[in-house]
């Protein structure tokens, strides 16, 4: 089986195993090509041979996501279209600002702030953040926790995990970080893999979030952490407004057509979820954002 750490010899107490997101199998590492240590390019293979998931720019893959998939060939397509100078600007644009100017990023915000300062408790293991987006929230996880915990960036889009890749770079900190591209639908780790799990509005963006949480839950260990922070209300009653009001809905029948399709609704109703789900909520701040603890006993 494939570990993080044979992904990236710079995690070097990390077991964490992966598996196949399609069927759950094995996983084997094909024709890797290292730099410093990390794997920069290399093919994963199911070894039931469902699936052949690539590694780019030191970026693994392991999602069947349309969303996510992106080859080689293209990779290097985009690089030609863009040129060179506007991909450099693509990939670092509001992330050298950390070696310059190093609190003047949004990881300042005060609920990213708040997810670092509750997973200082985490004394070892890993910790993975759902949904990471540029990597904002795992830089100030990264500069608060213990360094004898690693952090997993994952997200479904393979240039997001790629940039919080970057990020952890620039902060010297790639031994201690490895993004991933995969669905969190479908966690590509094996039970009980992850100390603590968080995210910061990551569950208010994924179709069916409640099969997401369960995938959290599966992959926590027992007494492991869930820290997350949700705006109050769903962000697609905005985003889905036109169509809403296109079939004549009213805001109660808004809020049922999105729970009907998996998304997430209101905060309440997130925390009810949680609870269905097998965690225990340890405790719940309610500011200009909601930040809710969970424990998985």
């Known amino acids: 089986m494939i570990s993080l750490r044979d992904l990236n010899e710079g995690i070097k107490d990390c077991g964490v195993l992966l598996i196949c997101p399609i069927c759950g199998s094995e ?34 893959i392991i999602s069947a996501s349309e ?38 990023t949004s990881s300042r915000d005060s609920d990213a702030v708040a997810i670092s300062e509750r997973l200082r408790r985490v004394e070892n293991g890993v910790v993975i953040d759902i949904g990471c987006g540029g990597g904002f929230t795992t ?16 997200d479904i889009f393979f240039g997001d995990a790629k940039l919080a890749n970057k ?28 100390s603590a ?7 208010n963006h994924i179709k069916g979030y409640v099969d997401a949480l369960k995938e959290v839950y599966r992959t926590l260990k027992n007494e492991g952490a869930l820290v997350v922070t949700e705006g109050k209300n ?8 036109q169509e809403f009001a296109q079939r004549g809905l009213n805001y109660e ?12 609704t209101n905060i309440q109703d997130f925390i009810e979820n949680v609870k269905q ?19 998985k006993r």
């Open 277 to 295: 789900v097998g965690f225990d909520i340890t405790s719940i701040d309610d500011a200009s954002y909601v930040l809710v603890e969970a424990i």
């Open 139 to 154: 830089e100030r996880v990264l500069q608060s926790i213990q360094p004898s915990v690693y952090s997993v960036s994952l």
């Open 67 to 104: 969303k996510s998939s992106v080859t080689d060939k293209q990779l290097r397509r985009i690089r030609r279209l863009m040129g060179k100078d506007r991909w450099q600007k693509s990939i670092y644009e509001g992330y050298t600002t950390i070696a310059t100017k190093g609190d003047n």
């Open 253 to 264: 029948e808004q809020i049922k057509e999105l729970r009907n399709q998996g998304y997430f």
């Open 197 to 203: 799990a968080y995210t910061r509005y990551g569950f």
């Open 27 to 60: 996983l084997m590492l094909e024709n890797p090509y290292r730099k410093n240590g990390r794997v920069q390019k290399g093919e994963i293979h199911c070894l039931k041979g469902c699936a052949v998931f690539p590694i780019i720019d030191g970026v693994p």
């Open 234 to 241: 769903s962000m697609w009653i905005k985003i889905l407004a």
């Open 167 to 194: 990020r952890a770079e620039l902060l010297g900190m790639s031994d201690r970080s490895m993004g991933i591209c995969a669905d969190a639908l479908h966690l590509p780790f094996v039970d009980y893999s992850f």
